[in-house]
């Protein structure tokens, strides 16, 4: 695997990811530690045994997105299109702990921007950690990986301020030397940070719309051409939440949601509220990105996305994103 695939694999953007809920919201429990400490503890737990063979890696990405539902509104009165640049600087640590076994230790930077939605322009910082265990050697044997991170995203309206735990579990194997293939899991635990009075509503007494717990399949396959371009799809299957924003009074939305709460990142027509509700979806999202290399350290990619999400009541939800990137490898 060459050092810009390499980078690629080990990064983790925040943005969205495909999970499966649980379905158990838990009630409101008594003052507990921040989870990021125990997250941390955690990290730091794997720093003792990664101390053979340590290689810093660090990397830059500059993504630009057009998101033709950026909302994920029901109605067409609510949908919001909007185009965004996403800059990640992104670095860590490789450890070679065995012949057979790697171990990482990760960190990222992102700020994103919106062209119109100013509302949701956010900064994120990711810590993380992963070990992954191949069964036996070469290129061909599969590998299972395990890789836990911590998110803290800062949004500029508040709404939307929350950290994310986030632990993914996958096996990998390369079939041939053009063909790969990857299935995973994905848990996530999302905790909001601002469910203070400024953010309450009329509509509910529950604002705490970014609390919930999720879980998530995912799959893909990826093919390498001879000039060392890659073309892959994904497939990610979740039963979880969508944040979707919508005008106020909408008693079908009202009903249908978990919690909901003000917000501050859309503006609404005057005399109106705009409300973001926490609303439980199945999501189907599927995926294409061809990633072709240049110079010794760079690539560009071109990817398209498309979310296909399913509330109950008959309430369905449609997105495409077109995202152009580009990468740079640092060390």
Do not use: C
């Amino acid at each position: 695997m060459g050092p810009l695939r390499y980078a690629a694999r080990h990064r983790f953007p925040v943005t969205v990811a495909i999970r499966m809920n649980t379905r158990k919201t838990p009630p409101p429990a008594a003052p507990r530690p921040p989870r990021r400490r125990w997250a941390l503890l955690a990290l730091l737990a794997l720093t003792p045994a990664m101390t053979a063979q340590a290689d810093p890696f660090a990397d830059l990405e500059l993504r630009v997105q057009r998101d033709d539902n950026a909302t994920r509104a029901f109605l067409d009165s609510d949908t919001y299109a909007d185009s965004s640049a996403e800059l990640t600087l992104s670095g860590g640590q490789f450890f070679q702990l065995q012949p057979s076994r790697t171990g990482t230790l990760f960190g990222s930077l992102q700020t994103t921007r919106f062209a119109d939605l100013s509302g949701l322009h956010s900064n994120a910082i990711t810590l993380g950690g992963s070990l992954t265990q191949k069964f036996g050697l070469g290129a061909y044997a599969p590998a299972v990986a395990a890789r836990l991170s911590w998110s803290h995203h800062d949004s500029h309206s508040q709404t939307r301020d929350r950290e994310l735990l986030s632990l993914e579990l996958d096996y990998s194997k390369r079939l041939t030397p053009a063909w790969a293939l990857s299935l995973g899991t994905v848990l996530e635990s999302s905790k909001g940070l601002h469910d203070a009075q400024r953010h309450a509503s009329l509509y509910s007494a529950r604002n705490d719309i970014y609390d919930f717990n999720q879980a998530g399949l995912l799959a893909s396959a990826e093919y390498t051409f001879a000039n060392y371009a890659t073309l892959s799809a994904g497939y990610a299957w979740t039963d979880g939440y969508t944040i979707s924003s919508a005008l106020a009074p909408n008693p079908g939305l009202g009903a249908l949601s978990r919690a909901l709460t003000l917000d501050h990142a859309v503006r609404p027509p005057p005399g109106r509220k705009q409300v973001a509700y926490a609303l439980p979806t199945r999501t189907h999202e599927f995926t294409l990105d061809y990633s072709l290399p240049f110079g010794r350290n760079s690539a560009v990619s071109l990817g398209l996305g498309r979310q296909l999400i399913e509330a109950d009541g008959g309430v369905d939800y449609r997105n495409t994103r077109l995202r152009l990137s580009l990468v740079h490898i640092l060390r």
